[in-house]
């Protein structure tokens, strides 16, 4: 449960970062690039977060 948590939240922090990207007109390969990364970096650290906290 926590991890789907803090997936939620980084999917909000990606769509808001894609969506400024989109607003400075950043080409969409770029956009694209970014939310890969950023998706990425929220997978290994709500994994490393939810499993430390499901120990104690």
Known sequence: ?????????WI????????????MHVAQHTIAIVAVILLGVAVITGATRARSRDRS
């Open 1 to 9: 449960m926590t991890l789907l948590i803090y997936l939620v939240g």
């Open 12 to 23: 909000i922090l990606i769509g808001g970062v894609s969506w400024g990207l989109m607003a």
